[in-house]
């Protein structure tokens, strides 16, 4: 069965700062990886997906992920963080056997002015 | 193009009270699910529509959950009687037929439980 682990509920960093969620999986087959970012009494929003294409990613809001096989990873980072980028952050794997989504328990990013 | 719709975004009822959700995906989407979210968690499946099929609803409490798609389109998502634990954001999501690896979520509709 697939799951993600993340690493680190709360994550605060200085506005300008690099941003690097960390999000571990587990599958025996290569999976889709995606990672979602929820604001405050919303819903969750796409902000980039691995579909086993190129294993360098790049999402909205200057997001981007790296697939890494050997480390069974899927890290998001941004170069500079902006006070908007303050929600909760989401990685999700899918199922190999249809349409089946399974969440990891969430990082809240906190960005420091 | 309008996205996921679902209403009431808040209720606040008594325990052993009914309460329904409603959710319109976007249209032409035939996947439609369900995920319960509990504070500080990530979401987690309930049931997953597939047109009016419920194809997946193994972690669906049948004892005091329900829902249906009648019509393949819209769904409802009801508790009875709610107890105290169902406290927690319940979320509908939808994808379409080409591009099933996509969820758009709506806003979700926080239910309390007095």
């Known amino acids: 069965a697939q799951s993600v682990t993340q690493l680190g509920s709360h994550v605060s960093v200085s506005e300008g700062a690099l941003v690097l969620l960390r999000c571990n999986y587990s599958s025996s087959v290569p999976p889709y990886l995606f990672w979602y970012v929820q604001y405050p009494n919303q819903g969750l929003q796409l902000l980039l997906k691995y579909t086993s294409a190129a294993t360098l990613v790049k999402g909205i809001n200057g997001f981007e992920a790296e697939f890494k096989k050997s480390e069974t990873s899927f890290h998001l980072t941004k170069p500079s963080a902006h006070m908007s980028d303050a929600a909760e952050y989401f990685c999700?794997?899918?199922?190999?056997?249809?349409?089946?989504?399974?969440f990891g328990t969430g990082t809240s990013l906190t960005v420091i002015p | 193009e309008a996205g996921v719709v679902q209403s009431p975004r808040y209720k606040i009822i008594e325990k052993k009270q009914p309460v329904a959700f409603w959710c319109n995906p976007i249209?032409?989407?035939?996947?439609l699910y369900w995920y319960l979210q509990n504070l500080g968690q990530g979401p987690e499946l309930l049931i997953r529509y597939e047109n009016e099929e419920a194809v997946d609803d193994s972690q669906l409490p049948k004892d005091r959950f329900s829902a249906e798609r009648l019509k393949g389109v819209d769904s409802t998502l009801k508790i009875q009687p709610a107890e105290l634990g169902d406290s927690a954001v319940y979320l509908c999501?939808?994808?379409?037929?080409?591009?099933?690896?996509?969820?758009?979520f709506g806003p979700g509709t926080r239910l309390t439980v007095l």
């Open positions: 249209s032409g989407h035939n996947t």
């Open positions: 999501a939808s994808s379409a037929f080409e591009e099933t690896d996509t969820q758009y």
């Open positions: 999700a794997v899918r199922s190999n056997t249809g349409n089946q989504f399974y």
